[in-house]
């Protein structure tokens, strides 16, 4: 039973690029969490999905960020415009129901230059 | 008040040290409590869920106070392996039920 599968693991833009960050939840979870970590931080949450509904993105920047999660693939997260405030680890968490616990992916670190 | 609140540390504590770490949360309608472990510039792992008994997993034991609204976590017989930052995870019943995590409480522990 495959984990969370995040994709890519490390992100290079330049400031003013796009960054696209995708998340597969594990099997049977219609559920995900995104969440940002600058190095020596907690876990900062950004939005919450399920199929193909934004449940709660009050974390997210209301500007340049995006998230979603379709019927069929994996969840996106983008990110327009990148300036190097946004360089960070970007993990994606997946749970069975709203209240189960999360499982975590490896995360993506966007570096932008 | 934050919504979930951990001590920072750093606890360093030599092997075989007893260390508990403490969780507040200000929701009193949640009902979902959980640790992770993160170790150093990887995802948070699921360590233990917290259930209202309390309950124990080898050398870990959780525990519940909905009174005072905190979990805990107890950590025997310290292993250098142990080293890591410890998250609480709080369920928000009346936000979709989404979860929300601790800053974390980094422990070295040493030789």
């Known amino acids: 039973n495959a984990g969370v599968m995040q994709n890519p693991r490390h992100l290079v833009r330049r400031r003013g690029q796009e960054a696209r960050l995708r998340c597969s939840p594990m099997k049977g979870h219609s559920h995900v969490y995104w969440y940002r970590q600058l190095p020596e931080e907690g876990l900062k949450f950004m939005v919450y999905l399920q199929k193909e509904n934004i449940i709660d993105e009050s974390g997210m920047p209301k500007e340049r960020f995006s998230a979603e999660f379709p019927k069929e693939g994996p969840s996106i997260l983008r990110i327009q415009q990148v300036v190097r405030g946004d360089s960070a680890a970007y993990f994606c968490?997946?749970?069975?129901?709203?209240?189960?616990?999360?499982?975590f992916g490896n995360g993506t670190r966007l570096t932008v230059t | 008040r934050k919504e979930v609140e951990q001590d920072p540390g750093p606890f360093n504590v030599p092997e075989g040290a007893t260390v508990a770490f403490n969780c507040t949360y200000s929701?009193?309608?949640?009902?979902?409590f959980f640790w992770y472990r993160q170790d150093c510039r990887k995802e948070p792992k699921l360590l233990m869920s917290?259930?209202?008994s309390g309950n124990e997993d080898g050398r870990f034991t959780a525990q519940l106070n909905r009174a005072s609204q905190y979990i805990s976590l107890l950590i025997r017989d310290s292993k250098l392996s142990d080293s890591a930052t410890y998250l609480c995870?709080?369920?928000?019943?009346?936000?979709?039920?989404?979860?929300?995590f601790g800053a974390g409480t980094r422990l070295t522990v040493k030789p």
């Open positions: 929701n009193s309608a949640s009902q979902s």
């Open positions: 917290v259930y209202s």
């Open positions: 995870a709080v369920n928000r019943p009346k936000n979709n039920n989404d979860m929300r």
């Open positions: 968490a997946s749970s069975e129901q709203g209240n189960s616990p999360l499982h």
